[in-house]
């Protein structure tokens, strides 16, 4: 079972920057997968970012360009630098953790709200 706890966030205005950060626990192998998706009032959640354990990268169109995502393996650490934030990023940004490439079990956090508004 693995736990996702996630920091950060909060309020910013139009062209700003945040970041968030999460830390998984509860297990002592390697994550696969670790990825930030978000969800906004009335809309299904949606990818934002994903990193393999290997580094490979992969990002939502509409966020592609902004936002820079980043894992610390050893540590099963996860964060995400979002840049030029505008205020359809607003949203509960949520971590993300598939432990195993040939299994799609997936691990959610408990999300953190992300407000961007003047």
């Known amino acids: 079972q693995v736990q996702l706890v996630e920091s950060g966030g909060g309020l910013v205005q139009p062209g700003g920057s945040l970041s968030v950060s999460c830390q998984a626990s509860?297990?002592?192998?390697?994550?696969?997968?670790m990825g930030w998706y978000r969800q906004a009032p009335g809309k299904q959640r949606e990818m934002v970012a994903t990193v393999t354990s290997g580094g490979t990268t992969d990002y939502g169109p509409s966020v592609e360009g902004r936002f820079t995502v980043a894992r610390h393996n050893a540590r099963k650490t996860i964060s995400l630098q979002m840049n030029d934030l505008k205020p359809e990023d607003t949203a509960v940004y949520y971590c993300?953790?598939?432990?195993?490439?040939?299994?799609?079990?997936?691990?959610w956090g408990q999300g953190t709200q992300v407000t961007v508004s003047s």
């Open positions: 509860g297990t002592d192998s390697s994550i696969y997968l």
């Open positions: 993300s953790a598939r432990p195993l490439f040939n299994s799609p079990r997936r691990y």
